[in-house]
T-cell receptor, first 115, second 114 residues
C-alpha cells in the first residue's frame, strides 16, 4: 500500500520558468493538502482540495500559484514565473475524509530550487 | 489571525536529559496533533488529542492537551539520539469543520548530544 507519492523529489528552475509538482494521495484517500516549508521554518498551509474541487485556498499566493486535483491523475501544484523566494520544500498530504479530526499522511516532499 | 505558537524554537540537550516543547493557540482547538520531522525528512504523525485535559503516553513521550483546549505539551523523558528532529504541533480550529485546514506551529528543533 503505497504512501503519498510526490514527484519530482528535487526540481531546479531558473527565474521566470514554471514549476509543476505532482502528488498522488494514498489509496483510498480523497483529500489532498499542500504545505510549503521554507528552510528552518514551519509548515505553511497553502491549499486543500478534493477531487475536482478546491475547498480552501486561503494560503495560496494570489498570483502565479495554482492547484488542481482532477478526476483522474495526481494533484498538481503549479508555480508560474518562479522567483528565488519560491525556493522551498513543498509537501503534499492526504487524508481519507474531510479533516476535522483526521490524520494527515505526508509525502516525502518536492524540493524546489530557483536559480 | 489564527495562530499556533510553539516554544522553544530550538533545544539542545545532553543524551539522557528530559525535553519539553509547548504549544499555544490564540483560539480554541477542536483537537491537536503532534508530528515529528527528522532532518531532511517529512512530517510523520505521532498522536492526536481530542478531549480537554487529555494525557497520552507513547513510551518515553507524554502528550497533554490543556483544559481550555488552547495549549498542549510534549515531554520526552531521558532523550536519546534517535529523538533528534523537529516536533510540530498542529490544530484544527474549533468549529472549522467546513474546512480541513490544519494549522502548524513553527516547530521545536531538538538536538541531542551523545
Amino acid at each position: 500500500n503505497a504512501g503519498v507519492m510526490q514527484n519530482p523529489r528535487h526540481l531546479v528552475r531558473r527565474r521566470g520558468q514554471e514549476a509543476r509538482l505532482r502528488c498522488s494521495p494514498m489509496k483510498g484517500h480523497s483529500h489532498v493538502y499542500w504545505y510549503r516549508q521554507l528552510p528552518e521554518e514551519g509548515l505553511k498551509f497553502m491549499v486543500y482540495l478534493q477531487k475536482e474541487n478546491i475547498i480552501d485556498e486561503s494560503g495560496m499566493p494570489k498570483e502565479r500559484f495554482s492547484a488542481e486535483f482532477p478526476k483522474e491523475g495526481p494533484s498538481i501544484l503549479r508555480i508560474q514565473q518562479v522567483v528565488r523566494g519560491d525556493s522551498a520544500a513543498y509537501f503534499c498530504a492526504s487524508s481519507p475524509v474531510r479533516s476535522g479530526a483526521n490524520v494527515l499522511t505526508f509525502g516525502a516532499g518536492s524540493r524546489l530550487t530557483v536559480l | 489571525g489564527q495562530q499556533v505558537m510553539q516554544i522553544p524554537q530550538y533545544q539542545h540537550v545532553q543524551e539522557g536529559e528530559d525535553f519539553t516543547t509547548y504549544c499555544n493557540s490564540s483560539t480554541t482547538l477542536s483537537n491537536i496533533q503532534w508530528y515529528k520531522q527528522r532532518p531532511g525528512g517529512h512530517p510523520v504523525f505521532l498522536i492526536q488529542l481530542v478531549k480537554s485535559g487529555e494525557v497520552k503516553k507513547q513510551k518515553r513521550l507524554t502528550f497533554q492537551f490543556g483544559e481550555a483546549k488552547k495549549n498542549s505539551s510534549l515531554h520526552i523523558t531521558a532523550t536519546q539520539t534517535t529523538d533528534v528532529g523537529t516536533y510540530f504541533c498542529a490544530g484544527f480550529l474549533h468549529g472549522s469543520s467546513n474546512t480541513g485546514k490544519l494549522i502548524f506551529g513553527q516547530g521545536t528543533t531538538l538536538q541531542v548530544k551523545p
